[in-house]
């Protein structure tokens, strides 16, 4: 018992770096991290179950063409004496055109027996067919059933694209959070040990006397005030690297990203390419393969296929049956007296229920086409709205990126006058003051880029 105890402490030992290793790296890039999300993410993973379900789906209508064993067996005796012992079996095939193939035997005997079930001592075998000759000969229930189960899988693969592109964006805008609340921590931790490096300097001149006390005040405000808005970046990342953890899982086991994990810093110069969006010349291909557009061309050719249906109830219902009857040891004998033949007709006189129906179904039709007509507009117009958005927020953080460059002079232009007594504390606070709220506005346009992309990426909904 001891042995085993050692063993399971050791193997439980040897499985934790085990699972552990795949987070043993400074850096969880976005590509990394997108792949363990489509690979692991219990929400991608119930999305490919639609197409388990369609399948089965799929599998129900063809029951519907299963061949069918019928037996009943009814028995009846009374003080001594058998009423009636009736046997009918057959064996069904139904097929594709609503045909019907039927092969039975059936054995009746007994003193009170209704007349026409009397059959020969041996029994009488029976062979024949049933065929609609008008309503149910080319589409009936279980045909549009069937075909609304194929059509079902190809709306489903649809389902799970964008269910799974669903989850992908979301991930994506937790990620880029993630990316934005870190940068801000590093930019108040760098500007903070600037703060407290100017504050003991300014220390060291005021026992000099080259400075005025005043002066440390106002430099330790600048301390305090960069101390604060360092805790409330690294409050907010905090929080963004929790709602990181809800997509990061491995191995059907959700993860939390430790805090010394970093982000892929100069994520900007590689998104278009991890998310297939950038230079887009030609936009139908990707408009046509729209899984969007293809779960409403699906819903059409669903809603033609019940149209047809509905059309073919206006036929009259005519269903004609033919049985050859023989004993079962003279079978191969055929009599062409012995059969059995029948035919059921119906047709309601004004036929409103019908008609009603069929007028229905034509109107969903047309009003899906025009939704899709629509969407398919939206959808070219969103993607030239985005690549738009997305070209202005590139040149917006170029332009801001100067504006940090130019205010990044103007501060150590200020430090430089500083130092040689010809400045003030209060001009270099706000020199600095400008250079983070520039810095700032950077983050938030990287971030906005990010997001544009992501957006972009979700509107084209192509598989990546």
Request: a neutral charge.
């Amino acid at each position: 018992m001891k042995l085993f105890y050692r063993l399971f402490i050791v193997l439980s030992i040897i499985q934790v770096p085990a699972f552990a290793q795949e987070f043993n790296q400074e850096v969880l890039s976005f590509r990394e991290y997108l792949g363990y999300v489509k690979k692991y993410h219990p929400l991608v993973s119930r999305a490919n179950l639609e197409i388990d379900k369609a399948q089965a789906g799929l599998m129900q209508a063809r029951g519907a063409f299963d061949p069918k064993i019928e037996l009943d067996f009814d028995n009846k005796q009374f003080k001594g004496t058998q009423y009636y012992s009736i046997l009918n079996s057959s064996f069904k095939i139904p097929t594709w055109y609503g045909i019907e193939v039927k092969a039975a035997f059936d054995d009746s005997e007994g003193i009170f027996l209704n007349p026409q079930n009397i059959s020969p001592n041996q029994g009488i075998a029976t062979v024949g067919f049933s065929v609609p000759v008008a309503q149910g000969l080319f589409i009936n229930q279980r045909i549009a059933d069937l075909k609304n189960a194929r059509l079902q899988i190809q709306l489903s693969e649809s389902q799970r694209r964008l269910l799974s592109l669903e989850v992908l964006y979301n991930a994506s805008i937790a990620y880029f959070s993630w990316l934005k609340h870190f940068n801000e921590v590093e930019m108040y931790r760098e500007y903070l040990y600037y703060s407290q490096d100017r504050y003991k300097g300014v220390l060291k001149l005021i026992k000099q006397g080259d400075k005025p006390a005043i002066d440390s005040i106002e430099t330790g405000i600048a301390v305090k005030n960069r101390e604060l808005n360092l805790e409330n970046a690294v409050l907010k990342l905090n929080k963004a690297r929790l709602e990181l953890a809800n997509y990061l899982w491995i191995n059907e086991t959700p993860v939390e990203p430790s805090e010394s994990l970093k982000p892929e810093v100069n994520l900007t110069a590689s998104i278009e390419a991890i998310l297939s969006t950038g230079d887009l010349y030609d936009t139908q291909d990707i408009i046509a393969g729209h899984p969007k557009l293809k779960m409403m061309e699906t819903k059409i050719n669903m809603l033609d296929v019940e149209r047809k249906l509905k059309a073919n109830y206006l036929l009259p219902k005519v269903d004609l049956g033919y049985y050859y009857l023989s004993e079962p040891l003279d079978f191969n004998s055929l009599r062409n007296d012995d059969y059995k033949v029948g035919i059921n007709f119906s047709f309601p006189i004004f036929l409103r229920t019908e008609r009603g129906a069929l007028n229905l179904a034509k109107l969903k039709l047309r009003e899906t086409r025009f939704e899709l007509q629509q969407e398919r507009l939206q959808i070219k117009n969103k993607i030239n709205a985005q690549q738009v958005e997305k070209t202005s927020f590139k040149k917006q953080a170029g332009l801001v990126g100067n504006l940090v460059k130019d205010y990044q002079k103007m501060l150590e232009a200020e430090e430089r006058l500083f130092s040689f007594g010809e400045s003030s504390i209060f001009i270099l606070n706000s020199r600095e003051n400008s250079l983070i709220s520039a810095k700032i506005q950077q983050i938030d346009l990287e971030n906005s880029f990010l997001v544009s992309n992501a957006d972009l990426f979700r509107i084209l909904a192509t598989e990546n």
